[in-house]
T-cell receptor
Framework: NAGVTQTPKFRVLKTGQSMTLLCAQD?????MYWYRQDPGMGLRLIHY???????AKGEVPDGYNVSRLKKQNFLLGLESAAPSQTSVYFCASSLYRGSGGAADTQYFGPGTRLTVL | AQKITQTQPGMFVQEKEAVTLDCTYDTSDQSYGLFWYKQPSSGEMIFLIY??????QNATEGRYSLNFQKARKSANLVISASQLGDSAMYFC???????????FGKGTLLTVNP
């Protein structure tokens, strides 16, 4: 049981390049999330998914796209990277959401450190 | 709107002593969940403990316990018998009602001294 995994762990891009971050979970969780963590800003939600084939915008969605073609995978895409997207990206998943209960617990992947030059 | 406040940017504790990390929250919802996460220098976010708003007893997980005072809207994390490996950033977080959003505080950096 690997939990939540993310690939790659590190990446350096040039401005304007594109890339996809892959998140996979083996806990059969329905809900998946992408966050970015920046110094002084805490964790901010980019996009999330409430099930296979569904996605929705979070707090800071601009410049990112996501897809959830399979329940266990959640992809985050940067079509044209900008230096402002330099950050640490975390994927998370939860069994449920909005129940106010323990099933809302989000489990995080190890993160991807992205630098855009 | 939900809000989490962690007033201690940094804390120091001697090895084997107990430490309390403060967290207060603001919500108008009756149903909410409170979480603590640990982020060591290696960067991963590790779930530690959960407390539901309707739980009457304080949550405990090994050396971690959550001191839940509902009337004061506080959810302090207590780490007993601190270890050097406990040195990390600790985040308090909350979900409320039907809201998908996990709101984080700004974190407390804990340093355990030998």
């Amino acid at each position: 049981n690997a939990g939540v995994t993310q690939t790659p762990k590190f990446r350096v891009l040039k401005t304007g390049q594109s890339m996809t971050l892959l998140c996979a979970q083996d806990m059969n969780h329905e809900y998946m999330y992408w966050y970015r963590q920046d110094p002084g800003m805490g964790l901010r939600l980019i996009h999330y998914s409430v099930g296979e084939g569904t996605t929705a915008k979070g707090e800071v969605p601009d410049g990112y796209n996501v897809s959830r073609l399979k329940k266990q995978n959640f992809l985050l895409g940067l079509e044209s990277a900008a230096p402002s997207q330099t950050s640490v990206y975390f994927c998370a998943s939860s069994l449920y959401r909005g129940s106010g209960g323990a099933a809302d617990t989000q489990y995080f992947g190890p993160g991807t450190r992205l630098t855009v030059l | 709107a939900q809000k989490i406040t962690q007033t201690q940017p940094g804390m120091f504790v001697q090895e084997k002593e107990a430490v309390t990390l403060d967290c207060t929250y603001d919500t108008s919802d009756q149903s909410y969940g409170l979480f603590w996460y640990k982020q060591p220098s290696s960067g991963e976010m590790i779930f530690l403990i959960y407390q539901g708003s309707y739980d009457e007893q304080n949550a405990t997980e090994g050396r971690y316990s959550l001191n839940f005072q509902k009337a004061r809207k506080s959810a302090n994390l207590v780490i007993s018998a601190s270890q050097l490996g406990d040195s990390a950033m600790y985040f308090c977080a909350m979900t409320q009602g039907s809201n998908y959003k996990l709101t984080f505080g700004k974190g407390t950096l804990l340093t355990v001294n030998p």
